[in-house]
């Protein structure tokens, strides 16, 4: 229990500094989020846990097989000036691109 407390303490710090800083510097605030923060925190609080390296080896492979996924909630927010979309339109069908390329990703490496 102590562990998963110390957890939501260093990912919500993270989180609430990352959205802090965007109304300060957005680009920066960006850059920060963009790099693979939840991962970096994530590893070796899950081998610290567990204490299994070949499980967290195994959770590294997929993080890094889900980038292209991950990347298409984003494809909104990029055309949402070309296409007249607001904040919640583009965040809105970016949830629902984050299935299709899943199911994509799924059907192709099947």
């Known amino acids: ?21 965007a109304g300060r510097s957005p680009g920066f605030a ?3 989020v963009a790099m693979p923060i939840a991962s970096m925190l994530v ?3 899950a081998e610290l846990q567990h204490g299994d390296a070949a499980k967290t080896f195994a959770m590294a492979r997929s993080i ?3 980038i292209p996924i991950s990347l298409t909630f984003f494809l909104p927010f990029v055309l949402a000036e070309r296409f007249g979309l607001g904040f919640w339109q583009a965040y809105a069908l970016g949830c629902c691109l984050l299935p299709v390329a899943y199911a994509v990703q799924r059907a192709v490496t099947a």
């Open 43 to 45: 590893l070796p609080l």
């Open 30 to 32: 960006g850059l920060i």
């Open 64 to 66: 890094f097989a889900a």
């Open 1 to 21: 229990m102590t562990t998963f407390v110390l957890n939501v303490l260093i990912s919500a710090f993270v989180i609430g500094f990352a959205s802090w800083l």
